[in-house]
């Protein structure tokens, strides 16, 4: 079946440090990817997504490009901050699927 | 403002018991789902709805069951069948549901979540 694979965290860098959160997917036909954050405290948002192959989904310095040929979606952002010490979800959709399938997510923890 | 509102935000149940989790939103979205969230395990779907009085099992749903009967209003309850259910529950809705419109957008709205305990 579909699924998702994420790096395993927790990950931690200190503020102005390059992020790489690695995922990876398995698919049949041609998913959607996701990446969602979640706070603490709070529920699941939307961070970034890309809809086809080499697509790139950008959001708040957060980037990720859809490579179909490594079936990876890996979550960049150059310079990270305190604020961004969250869990990072990757998730997947399909074009007639029914649901979202998700990983298992990473925590990220940026220290000052 | 708009939004899903679970609650309670934290719940502690005894063995043997049914608890009843609510979820409402005022987004006007016609789908609504509901996440088990474990740690290291990530987020699984027990139930969702894409229309009002209509309602699909997902990954997880024995031990759980739903109800549909307003556009708002998607509760689920926690049965005492379900053998593990201390857990964090996450409710989400979308603006279509999946697969209707042919091509799923992927964004879902989330709720704050609820924390059951069972002692």
């Known amino acids: 079946g579909d699924s998702v694979t994420q790096m395993e965290g927790p990950v931690t860098l200190s503020e102005e440090a390059f992020l790489t959160i690695n995922c990876t997917y398995t698919a049949t036909g041609y998913p959607s990817l996701f990446w969602y954050v979640q706070y603490p405290g709070e529920g699941l948002q939307l961070l970034l997504k890309?809809?086809?192959?080499?697509d790139k989904g950008s959001n708040k310095g957060f980037e990720a490009t859809y490579r179909k040929e490594t079936t990876s979606f890996h979550l960049e952002k150059g310079s990270v901050q305190v604020s961004d010490s969250a869990v990072y979800f990757c998730a997947l959709g399909m074009e007639y699927g029914n649901k979202l399938v998700f990983g298992a997510g990473t925590i990220l923890r940026v220290k000052s | 403002d708009g939004g899903i509102t679970q609650s309670p935000k934290y719940l502690f149940r005894k063995e043997g018991q049914n608890v009843t989790l609510s979820c409402e939103q005022n987004l006007n979205h016609d789908a609504m789902y509901w996440y088990r969230q474990d740690p290291g395990q990530g987020l699984r779907l027990i139930y969702y709805s894409q229309i009002v009085n209509d309602f699909q099992k997902g990954d997880i749903a024995e031990g759980y069951s739903v109800s549909r009967e307003k556009k708002e209003s998607f509760p689920l309850t926690v049965t005492s069948a379900q053998k593990n259910p201390t857990a964090f529950y996450l409710c989400?809705?979308?603006?279509?549901?999946?697969?209707?419109?042919?091509?799923?957008?992927?964004?879902?709205?989330f709720g704050e979540g609820s924390r059951l305990t069972v002692l």
């Open positions: 989400a809705s979308s603006i279509d549901g999946p697969g209707l419109a042919g091509f799923n957008t992927g964004e879902l709205f």
């Open positions: 890309a809809t086809k192959a080499d």
